[in-house]
Each structure stands twice: as structure tokens, then as C-alpha cells.
């Protein structure tokens, strides 16, 4: 006997899980096949991921129900990405369902009852027909046009004008019979069918010839280009070679040139069979970079961004599938391309938030690459002028490899940057929000007919309290994060322990009155601009001004013809661009981003301090950076400013270290949703108090595990449901997985969880 372990696909959280049905003699049923398993009192689609001999412990073999029957012959879903699925469910905690079609977008489908025909013309049955009563012929004179296909039966029973019952009666007479249908909306072709070019091998014979050959290759290496192009090679040798896989961290200054090591590397290895995936944090946003791989690997490479209709999609998919294409260039989501001999993932700005979903399953594309490079022998490659803190530690403890590169390639050096204290310029009666220097900088750069650029964190995103004179801001006592200003109830709030205190009347710190809530958006920087230099022409780059992909790739342009002296504009302008005529950048408040109420704002901040000053001289003019700011001591702003990331690095490890943050402990997060306010407290307060309960009991008495919350979340009421949170923090993530299990197990079975909404997230990056 035989049984198969088959996910069900069903989206309700409580059913979804796997379940043992007995499978058939004579049925080659194989891992990764779909069958329809009886669920209940109906039919569901599922998926075998495994198939054992043995009996699951908790089920009797009268218990156990026989599969259904097969939907195909062929395995629907390449093994690897069966189990690429499960981990993805077990670590990000969400459903089954859920992931499988995160990994397999093209697993979608419904189960419908069709109608088939049992006469044929050639017999005499249809001239038995005629002979019938007149709602009988009728009834099946409609399978007799459709020219006896099989109908859906809904169809079926319009087109008929007929009741369930009377079906029933032609079924029992046998002129007809219902039957399951798996109705896929794709047809892809089946895994033994695609093309799989012998990996090892290719391997072996070492990386010689390039894909396009070097003459095609237009830049001639630097030193520092070249020594890193090698390293990669011999880690994606040793990977290959040691049946291993390898994580590296490119860290390359702004302009370093990693656009042309990925060329490098990408050409060698498609020469010897392998293929790769590159991620960019957003497709839209980095058209330069896509258009730049195309014109150089031609039909070999897929683009995959979001404006790409179903049926592209698929089409796309399929020539992945097919190993036409062995480039696949994308956004998050292309982490799961199925390429064929998948040996190397690029991601580029690593560190960029966007790598991480918002929505269930919520992975990291860096861990999702990381398992499926696990999974081929291949290597992961990060890059990034700023490494998250995550990567460039793993770098230190020498479970990443660390390449460098220090040095632009075009030979200009990084900009100098000029940090401006508003306070003072607030104290000599400068009311603007530009500063005296910053003013002149922008006149300096229109007579000499260079362009500037002009930086602010995304618009009006959340308010904080800043003092103006002294730069202060409200902190929580426990967690040291911004206070977040809430005008409902007008009192200042931690979104992480709830704590709560009114707004001051008067800075503790030095006395002043003037306190002010925080947010201004790129509009207000090109009104004050125009209204203080009124002769110079403006553009404006945001969410605004691009809601369509079109008028983002329009205004780049213009500024590039140099249309315009002056852009202004979000962190979009932070990633990837390259405009020889900007010799200024201006950073119009670094503290919007700095006193962002999550321990990773200090991150974030010299992040994007790097990023945009990064924009600036990177042709054979010189150029210059000016950060405006209410903080010019805190080191996130110093460090920026002096291009010193080991030494930021290292203050804010130690920091983390002490204060219980990530990488040195994870966090999960559950949110908590419903229509009714006083039903999310209820059930958050019943949560953190069902784990608190838990950890005096013996089995977590002695582990170190936090709870936070209940508390409100950062934004308490979205799309008309309050939204509140409880969250528990651990060293150890498979404990802490473990610890929150119990804890929602508890919540489901108390009644304060009637229709309570839950999201959890584990690692949040964001509060
Ligand atoms: P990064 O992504 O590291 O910030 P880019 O890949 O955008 O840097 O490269 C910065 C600039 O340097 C680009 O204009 C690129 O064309 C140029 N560049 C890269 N490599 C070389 C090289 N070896 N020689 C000359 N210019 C180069
Ligand atoms: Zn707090």
C-alpha cells in the first residue's frame, strides 16, 4: 500500500494543511502531481508532496480515503520547488496555499462539474433520439450541437433550460455522466518535456569563453572589477565543484562599477550552461538597468515587471520553464523564476526594504535565495553601496564572503559633504527650509549651467516631534524609538510597549516653544524654492507626479537634456541613476527618515544619505553634498557624510547588541484586525496574556522570550478595521516559532477570537 501526502488548496487557514490519502494501484502518481482528494464533503484540488509506504501514526487504514483521481500524468511542479514552498509556509508562518502559489504562480485553478456526452452519431443512439419525449431530446439536442464536447454544467443547464433532477434522470438513463474537471488556466508544458542542459559538466571545464565574447564587452576593467569578477567565478566553481552553496557581499561604493561585474559574471556563466536570475528593488524605477542587459544578451533575457498582462506572464514563464531564457531580470518576486540550471542570484541594493513582501507569504527575497541557491549548488551574490547590517555582519563572522569595491570606476572620487545644523540657521533668523549655504550652492550650480537635485524622505509619511531650537525629539523611555504624534488623542505613542505621555508645552532640553509635528512634502520644497529663486526651472519627482511608469521615464529623461536645473524628489531618485550634469545634492531633512518610529531608522537614514549623495559627481565635475539636518551629531548623519560605513556599522552593531535588536534577536509580529475597536483590544490583550501564561509554565519557564503589547499599530485604523499588536522577541527564531504557535492555538480556541483577522510576521522590517 501506498499513500501520498497531498496539500490541499484550499484558502481557509484552519483546513490548510496536508492530509494522507491512499493511492491507487496501476496510477504512476508521482511528487509534484495534482490529484482531486474528497476534503469533507467535497473535492479539492491538492498537490502530492510526498508519497510513503507507511501509515501516518494518528490514522487507521479505515480512516484513510482513496485520492480522487490524477488531474494529469506529468508532474505539474518541479520537485525543488514542492519543498522550496513548504519551508517558505514553515518560516514565514502563513498558509501552504498561500506560498505554493507564491512559488508557483501558474498553480491556479478550479474544480468544476462538467457534463459529458455518452452518444455518439456513428450509433444509432441519436437516432434513438427522436424517438424520445420531446424535453429529453431537447435536452440533449444541446450536447448534439456543441457536437458531443463536454459542457460545463452550468452552461449545460442554461443552454438546456433543465433542473438538477432532470439531469439525474438522463444521467441514470445513461445518455450522459457529470464529472470533476481540473480547469487550469494555463497549459504549461510538462517537466519531462523541458530542456536540461548538463550542468556539471559545463562546470568542470572551467569559465573560459564568455557568452557574447570579451570583444563584445565594451569596458575595460579595473583592478578592483577584475579581482571581484574572479572571485565570483571561483566561489560559483566551488559551489559547483563541492556540491555547496556560497553567500557573497559585493560592497561597492556608489559608482564602483557592479553594474559591469554582474555583466561579467553573467556573460561566463551562460557560456557554461548556467542560469541566473538578477533582482533590482523595483523594475520601474531602474530602466536603465534591464535595457543595459538586454541590448547586451538579447532574447536570452526575460524582463519581468508588473505591468506585464496574464498571458505575457505565462508566455514569459513558459520560455523560462523551456530554458530559452537564462537572464531573468526582476523585481522580489523573480526570485522564483523556475530557470532550469539556476546557478547564481544577483540581488542589487540589497539592503532595499522592497526585497521584502508586505503581504502573506511574507519572505525576504535574500532568504528565499539563499534556500533556493541551497538547493542548486549555486551562489547568492548581495551588493550594495550600503550592505543591510544583516548581510555586512554575516560578512564579519565569515559566513558571507566579503568582496570590496573602494573605488569609483570612471576614476572620480566620492563627493564632499557639508553637514548644515538648522538650528542654528533657525537661531540667525532663517526661517526657510533652506538653509543660507544650500541656497547659494543651487544659484552657484544655475550659473554655471549644472543641475542639482534635491532630497526629501517620502512624502508626508508620519508626524514626529521635534523641538526646533535644540533637535530634540520625543523618545520612548523603553524601546528608543520616535514618538509618534497622534492628533485624535492628542498624546504621543510608542508603537511597540504602548507607552503614552502628552505632548510637551515647552522642550525639556532648552525651553523652547517651538515644537513642531513633522512632515512636509516634495510640493511644498518646489513652491518655496520657486518663490525664493523664481528665474529657475523646477521638476518635481514623486508619487505624484508618477503614477504612471511613463511619466517617471518622461521626466528622467527631460532632466537628462538638462530641461530643467533643479529636481525634487523622493528616495525614487536614491536608486541607480546616473546624471553626468548633477554636481549637487541636497538633502532637505535628514531627520524625517532618522526619527522614523522603528529601530531601523538609523539605518534607513545613512542608507539614504549614501544613496543620494551617490547621485552627485560621478562624471569629471566634481561634486558636492549638503545635508540639512536637526541632528548633525548623530552618527548616522556623520558617518554618511564622511563615506564611513565599517565605522557606521560598527557603532550601530554595538548598539543593536546592547538594546536586543535584530540580527542579535528576531521578532515576530502578530497584527490583529476587526471592524470593532473594543474586539481587537480584547483579543490582543487575551493574546499577550494567553503567552504570557505560557511563559510561566514549565516548558518556557526558563527561556528568554519579550513580550511586547498589546499596543496599537503604527496605523491604527486602515481600510475601516482597527489594527492592534502583539509582539515576542527571542534569540533563537525556531523557539520563538514555537512559543507564538502555542499562544495563537490558545487565541483560536478562546471566543475573543471570533472573527478577528490575524497577520503575523516574522522579522518585520518596518514597525
Ligand atoms: P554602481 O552600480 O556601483 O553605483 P555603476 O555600475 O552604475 O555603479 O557604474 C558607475 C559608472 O561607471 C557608470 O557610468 C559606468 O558606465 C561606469 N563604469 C563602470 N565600470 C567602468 C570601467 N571599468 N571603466 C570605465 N567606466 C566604468
Ligand atoms: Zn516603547
Redesign the pocket.
Known amino acids: 500500500m501506498l499513500y501520498a501526502e497531498v496539500l490541499v488548496d484550499v484558502a481557509n487557514r484552519r483546513l490548510d494543511r496536508s492530509y494522507h490519502y491512499l493511492l491507487s494501484e496501476g496510477i504512476n502518481y508521482r511528487v509534484g502531481m495534482r490529484v482531486l482528494v474528497p476534503l469533507k464533503h467535497r473535492l479539492v484540488q491538492g498537490l502530492i508532496i510526498d508519497i510513503t509506504a507507511k501509515l501516518p501514526a494518528e490514522l487507521t487504514a479505515e480512516q484513510i480515503r482513496p485520492v480522487f483521481k490524477a488531474l494529469e500524468r506529468e508532474t505539474a511542479v518541479p520537485e525543488d520547488l514542492i519543498f522550496l514552498a513548504r519551508w517558505l509556509a514553515e518560516t514565514t508562518i502563513c498558509s501552504i496555499a498561500q506560498s505554493l502559489h507564491t512559488v508557483w504562480p501558474l498553480f491556479k485553478g478550479k474544480v468544476e462539474k462538467w457534463v459529458v456526452p455518452l452518444f455518439t452519431s456513428a450509433d444509432n443512439d441519436f437516432q434513438a433520439l427522436k424517438l424520445l419525449d420531446q424535453e429529453t431530446f431537447k435536452a440533449l439536442a444541446v450536447l448534439q450541437r456543441s457536437r458531443r464536447k463536454a459542457l460545463p454544467l452550468a452552461t449545460y443547464l442554461k443552454r438546456a433550460q433543465l433542473a438538477k433532477p432532470a439531469l439525474e434522470e438522463l444521467e441514470n438513463q445513461g445518455w450522459l455522466r457529470q464529472e470533476f474537471r481540473f480547469i487550469s488556466r494555463w497549459n504549461l508544458p510538462a517537466v519531462s518535456e523541458r530542456h536540461l542542459p548538463a550542468a556539471e559538466e559545463a562546470f568542470d571545464a572551467g569559465f573560459n569563453e564568455g557568452f557574447i565574447g570579451d570583444q563584445a564587452l565594451s569596458?575595460?576593467?579595473?583592478p578592483e572589477?577584475e579581482s571581484a569578477v574572479a572571485g565570483i567565478l571561483a566561489a560559483l566553481q566551488i559551489a559547483a565543484e563541492q556540491k555547496t552553496s556560497r553567500t557573497l557581499l559585493l560592497h561597492?561604493?556608489?559608482?564602483?562599477?557592479?553594474?559591469?561585474?554582474?555583466l561579467q559574471v553573467i556573460n561566463r556563466l551562460l557560456a557554461e550552461g548556467g542560469d541566473v536570475i538578477l533582482l533590482v528593488p523595483e523594475i520601474a524605477l531602474t530602466p536603465?538597468?534591464s535595457d543595459y542587459f538586454q541590448a547586451q544578451f538579447d532574447s536570452r533575457v526575460a524582463v519581468l515587471h508588473s505591468g506585464l498582462k496574464a498571458t505575457e506572464k505565462v508566455r514569459v514563464w513558459e520560455e523560462i520553464i523551456a530554458g530559452q531564457k537564462r537572464l531573468v531580470i526582476g523585481a522580489r518576486s523573480a526570485v522564483f523564476a523556475p530557470l532550469p540550471n539556476l546557478k547564481l542570484i544577483i540581488m542589487?541594493e540589497e539592503h532595499d526594504s522592497a526585497y521584502k513582501q508586505s503581504e502573506n507569504p511574507k519572505y525576504h527575497a535574500r532568504d528565499v535565495a539563499r534556500k533556493r541557491m541551497e538547493q542548486q549548488n549555486g551562489v547568492v551574490l548581495l551588493?550594495s553601496?550600503t550592505p543591510s547590517l544583516e548581510a555586512y555582519a554575516a560578512a564579519q563572522t565569515g559566513k558571507v564572503n566579503l568582496i570590496v569595491?573602494k573605488k569609483?570606476?570612471?576614476?572620480s572620487s566620492l563627493p564632499p559633504v557639508e553637514i548644515v545644523d538648522m538650528r542654528q540657521e533657525l537661531l540667525q533668523g532663517n526661517r526657510s527650509i533652506f538653509s543660507d549655504s544650500l541656497q547659494a550652492k543651487l544659484r552657484d550650480r544655475v550659473i554655471k549651467g549644472e543641475q542639482s537635485m534635491l532630497f526629501l524622505n517620502r512624502r508626508g509619511y508620519s508626524t514626529f516631534v521635534v523641538r526646533r531650537e535644540c533637535g530634540y525629539t520625543v523618545r520612548c523611555p523603553n524601546c528608543d524609538v520616535s514618538l509618534t504624534f497622534h492628533s485624535a488623542g492628542h498624546k504621543m505613542c510608542c508603537h511597540y510597549c504602548n507607552h503614552a505621555e502628552e505632548p510637551p508645552l515647552r522642550c525639556s532640553q532648552c525651553g523652547s516653544r517651538y515644537i513642531r509635528f513633522f512632515g512636509q512634502g516634495t510640493q511644498r520644497v518646489e513652491e518655496d524654492l520657486q518663490s525664493l529663486q523664481p528665474d529657475i526651472r523646477i521638476m518635481r519627482l514623486d508619487w505624484d507626479t508618477t503614477r504612471s511608469k511613463e511619466a517617471h521615464r518622461l521626466i528622467l529623461e527631460s532632466f537628462r537634456r538638462q530641461e530643467a536645473q533643479v529636481l525634487v524628489g523622493t528616495q525614487m531618485m536614491a536608486k541607480?541613476l546616473?546624471f553626468?550634469n548633477v554636481t549637487l545634492v541636497g538633502v532637505i531633512a535628514a531627520d524625517q527618515a532618522l526619527n522614523m518610529p522603528d529601530f531601523r531608522a538609523r539605518e534607513r537614514t545613512f542608507q539614504l544619505l549614501t544613496q543620494v549623495s551617490?547621485r552627485a559627481g560621478?562624471?569629471k565635475k566634481a561634486g558636492e553634498v549638503v545635508i540639512q539636518t536637526y541632528s548633525p551629531a548623530d552618527r548616522a548623519i556623520v558617518k554618511a557624510a564622511a563615506h564611513d560605513f565599517a565605522g557606521f556599522f560598527w557603532d550601530e552593531i554595538r548598539y543593536r547588541q546592547n538594546l536586543g535588536y535584530p540580527p542579535f534577536t528576531h521578532l515576530i509580529r502578530v497584527l490583529l484586525l476587526h471592524e470593532v475597536e473594543e474586539k481587537v483590544i480584547r483579543a490582543a490583550h487575551d493574546l499577550a496574556a494567553f503567552l504570557r501564561a505560557r511563559m510561566t509554565g514549565p516548558e518556557y519557564g526558563n527561556t528568554e522570550i519579550d513580550i511586547l503589547g498589546p499596543a496599537p499599530a503604527l496605523f491604527l485604523r486602515l481600510k475601516n478595521r482597527y489594527r492592534w499588536q502583539v509582539a515576542v522577541k527571542a534569540k533563537r527564531m525556531d523557539i520563538l516559532r514555537a512559543f507564538l504557535h502555542l499562544g495563537v492555538k490558545d487565541l483560536y480556541n478562546s471566543p475573543s477570537s471570533n472573527g478577528i483577522n490575524l497577520n503575523i510576521e516574522v522579522d518585520p522590517l518596518s514597525s
Do not use: M
Open positions: 569596458k575595460q576593467l579595473t572589477q561597492g561604493v556608489t559608482g564602483s562599477g557592479k553594474t559591469e561585474v554582474y536603465q538597468i542589487d551588493a553601496a569595491l569609483r570606476a570612471g576614476g541607480g546616473d553626468p551617490g560621478r562624471s
